[in-house]
């Protein structure tokens, strides 16, 4: 426990250092991790952790993101790739294999080696590349779409390199594999697979099943389930359902013999349209981001710098090396697929590096006597390196690429830009009108409310709800807080709203803000949250209330508007001076100014009561008075016009 | 054309309807308008248009008295709509229904208070009262009863309004003329806001009322109208009937 405990402080105080200095230096939160991995290595080596176990499980971190991503991506969006997954990732993993292949045998490698280390190195890091792109906000753009077609094919494929690896073995190596065997996390999968006893139709069955499970489970059970945990009514229950999903899923694909990546993945995709996604992704959001950081920070502890020392020149030169091979064949597929402008580079650049299953595949081809265990290290040094130099790699895109093109890039980015919307918060009486206004304008909403039975009725009628707290700030941001123009308030609890005003107005100031309050004492606190914008539920109706009373009474209905207007322009002006001497932490009868103002306009209401209505009756009928018959320029008579004729001469 | 019903066929004619209790509308609530119309030889709807109506020392009067005459159609415009959401359907339907639409209203800087003009605009429409099909109107008569705070003399190129006061009402006279109607000479009252002190108020509201029966009843001449600039309460331009 104790050990525990002192571990993860290590881990979480080198990442709370160094990812906020890498940001400020523009450098991203990969480097950050990387370069916190390398402080702390010589005191994980002090302390005796196998970094490469922690590794292994931080890389769950890369499943929860494929599920995020999975999440982001409709089955129709997926669909749409089709080409690009299967032509331009199946190409780049064929053309780098095959290329780095010959040049290890030019090397004097046998085939066997050379045909193993191409496989390895010609997979990309899908956690570095997808974590920087969506930092970035470039994961929706040409470039990053095909980035990620790439690495999702690269994800598949690893699983066929399972099985063909150990055909590559060589008998020499055999030996070595005993000793080797124990330090490959790829020995878990083998003990909980179902699958190796099954011949090979039987397989196919259970992998089709297992699939089949993830797709009909995903669409048509967790609708049901996540209504009885919503029962509960606990936060932190939703939580634990997300990682159960996740995990579950991720266990089934080890049974079967499958990606766990490629298993959540599709879980993800089919959870795509589901109400509950922005909940979903609220909840793994936070672990996918904690894995990922220690992932990288183990990769950056993880470098053998004895090692590196030793044949500096050789790594270097195998890493540089591989990096622009991979980013010759990167271009080149580039221009056969038609990727343009900044989009190329950054597919180039992104996608040029080894990544973290070149680790599982490495100790995997020593366990499996194909690569020996000195060239095994040695390119470990390479792939980590590789990893390292990437986010210099989307730093020269930044400066040196991006900027070329930023005309083009705006424009792509608009056309495909999904969110941008309106969120409405709260889908009741008040927020239900509010979006259905919006909608029929043709604006874009996304509705986030806490009533499960609520929103499957809504769905049913095709309107885009998702299930949550709008008060979480994670799933504002699931919502798309960061690139939403309008935020609409409509939730009942009061201090809630006034809170995520609060929230609202400090972090995302670009939002514009439309809020429901209760009452007056509700806008004054609105008001003082930065609310501008605010809306009493029952003032409206209390103003058409008042005005068919006026009618009722035998008042002109066009004098009756106008005195309703007047109505509201003079209570207007006295909220907003109350509303600027309003302080939430004095209560309204101690704050001075706010009697004082109060009083002032409880004169004057009762002067108006009276029938002085000097208050806003004089505003109210300006305009419609006769002038004076006192004044002689008001009304010309012949000679006060002849009169101005001359003076005008 | 309406059909032509005996006089004393009395027809409630409140549209728009009232509209009680729910609905979209934000017509103001619960409104209750009406106006009684008896079926004459012509028929005859007064649109009348004043903002400051309480305020007004001679269209109130005059749009009492409208409004008290059986057997003509007679419109509040501000009361039937305090939020200028003209129903272009329910005016159109009341144009098809008269033959001579006559708006009443004070002159505000030379033109008509703003609700007529957004009448104008949004009932007038292609196709209805103008246009190659748009014929609805064509054959009808329009007329104006206005009231101006200047002077009949201020009204000439040498007075201080520098032109007849005929000259401030083309824009009405063109509308009438695009969309086929015949445009009588208005009914005016000069100087309106001396009036009560004058005197002229009781003349000019007895002449109106006159004025407006005989158009119903088909006895007002509108060719000898047509001889004259303007029509006053003195010397309207009323025959026999025919």
């Known amino acids: ?649 | 054309m309406a059909e032509r019903r005996p006089l004393a066929t009395i027809s409630a004619r409140s549209m728009p309807r009232p509209k009680h209790g729910i609905g979209p509308a934000d017509s103001g609530g619960n409104e209750f308008r009406g106006s009684f119309r008896l079926r004459g030889m012509a028929s005859l709807i007064v649109y009348y248009a004043h903002p400051g109506h309480k305020f007004s020392h001679v269209n109130q009067h005059m749009a009492r008295a409208a409004g008290a005459i059986d057997g003509i159609t007679f419109v509040d415009l501000y009361r039937d709509y305090p939020r200028f959401d003209i129903d272009v359907n329910v005016e159109q339907k009341r144009l098809l229904e008269h033959d001579v639409v006559l708006f009443q209203f004070p002159l505000f800087w030379y033109s008509t208070p703003s609700i007529i003009k957004e009448w104008e605009d949004l009932v007038l429409e292609h196709g209805f009262a103008y246009g190659s099909s748009g014929d609805k109107l064509a054959g009808k008569q329009m007329m104006l009863a206005v009231t101006g705070a200047g002077p009949a003399e201020a009204y000439t190129h040498d007075g201080f309004q520098q032109y007849p006061l005929r000259t401030f009402l083309t824009p009405l006279e063109q509308t009438a003329r695009l969309c086929g109607m015949h445009f009588s000479a208005p009914y005016v009252l000069y100087e309106s806001l001396r009036a009560p002190a004058a005197g002229l108020v009781e003349p000019h509201v007895g002449g109106y009322r006159q004025l407006l029966e005989a158009i119903r009843d088909d006895r007002y001449d509108f060719d000898a109208a047509n001889r004259m600039d303007v029509v006053h309460f003195d010397g309207l331009p009323i025959g026999t009937g025919s």
């Open chain 1, 1 to 649: 426990m104790d050990e525990f405990l002192l571990l993860a402080f290590l881990f979480l105080v080198a990442g709370v250092i160094a990812v906020p200095i890498a940001s400020q230096l523009g450098l991203g939160s990969v480097l950050g991790y990387l370069i916190a991995g390398i402080a702390i290595s010589p005191l994980l080596q002090q302390l005796h952790v196998d970094v490469v176990s922690v590794q292994h499980f931080a890389e769950f971190g890369v499943v929860m993101m494929l599920f995020l991503v999975g999440l982001e991506l409709e089955p129709r969006m997926l669909w749409s790739m089709r080409d690009r997954l299967l032509g331009l990732g199946g190409l780049q993993v064929a053309v780098t294999a095959a290329a780095i292949t010959g040049i290890a045998m030019l090397l004097g490698q046998p085939w066997s080696i050379a045909l193993a280390v191409g496989l390895v190195l010609s997979l990309s890091s899908t956690a570095i590349v997808l974590q920087t792109l969506n930092e970035k906000g470039l994961m929706k753009s040409d470039g990053g779409q095909s980035s990620f077609s790439v690495l999702l094919f690269q994800d598949i494929a690893v699983i066929p390199m399972l099985a063909f690896i150990p055909l590559l073995a060589m008998p020499e190596l055999v030996d070595v594999a005993a000793t080797a065997a124990h330090n490959g996390g790829v020995s878990d999968h083998a003990s909980l697979s179902l699958v190796d006893r099954l011949n090979g139709w039987q397989r196919a069955l259970v992998t089709a099943g297992a699939i089949g499970l993830v797709v009909v489970g995903g669409s048509y059970l967790t609708r049901p389930v996540f209504r009885f945990i919503a029962m509960a009514r606990l936060r932190e229950l939703f939580t634990a359902f997300a990682l159960l999903l996740i995990i579950g899923i991720a266990l089934l694909m080890i049974v079967v013999g499958l990606s766990p990546a490629l298993g959540t993945f599709l879980a993800g995709v089919v959870l795509a349209n589901s109400e509950y996604r922005h909940e979903l992704e609220s909840d793994i959001d936070p672990f996918k981001g904690l894995l990922l950081g220690l992932f990288f920070i183990t990769v950056g502890a993880a470098i053998r710098f004895d090692l590196l020392v030793e044949n500096l020149a050789g790594v270097v030169a195998m890493t540089l090396g591989l990096i622009g091979l991979k980013a010759a064949v990167l271009y080149a597929l580039s221009r056969a697929f038609g990727i343009g402008g900044a989009h190329r580079w950054l597919f180039t650049l992104g996608l040029a590096q080894a990544g973290e299953f070149g680790f599982v595949l490495l100790s995997f081809t020593v366990a499996n006597t194909v690569i020996p265990v000195a060239l095994a290290d040695q390119l470990l040094l390479v792939v980590t390196l590789s990893m390292l130099l990437t986010p210099l790699l989307f730093l020269m895109y930044d400066k040196m690429f991006a900027p070329r093109f930023v005309a083009t890039q705006n424009r792509e980015a608009d056309a495909i830009d999904e969110k941008g919307g309106v969120i409405v918060a709260g889908h009741g009486r008040f927020g239900g009108i509010v979006n259905r206004i919006l909608l029929s304008a043709g604006f874009k909403t996304v509705v986030l409310d806490y009533q499960s039975e609520h929103l499957e009725r809504l769905r049913a009628f095709g309107i885009r709800v998702y299930f949550g707290d709008a008060m979480r700030p994670d799933l504002l941001h699931a919502a798309g807080i960061e690139e939403a123009k309008m935020l609409v308030i409509a939730i009942d609890e009061r201090e809630s709203a006034t809170e995520l005003v609060r929230y609202v107005t400090e972090n995302h100031p670009h939002v514009y803000i439309v809020v429901r309050a209760m009452d007056r004492h509700h806008v004054y606190e609105l008001w003082n949250a930065g609310a501008r914008d605010i809306i009493r539920e029952t003032f409206d109706s209390s103003l058409r209330a008042g005005r068919s009373a006026l009618q009722a009474l035998g008042v002109h209905p066009y004098d009756a508007e106008r005195q309703v207007k007047g109505f509201v322009l003079n209570d207007r002006e006295q909220m907003l001076e109350l509303a600027s001497v309003y302080d939430p932490d004095i209560p309204a009868h101690e704050n001075v100014e706010y009697v004082e103002k109060t009083k002032k306009f409880l004169e004057r209401y009762e002067q108006t009561m009276q029938g002085n209505s000097a208050a806003f009756g004089s505003r109210l009928d300006r305009g419609w008075v006769p002038p004076s018959l006192d004044d002689p320029e008001t009304e010309p008579a012949t000679e006060a016009a002849q009169q101005k004729e001359h003076r005008g001469q």
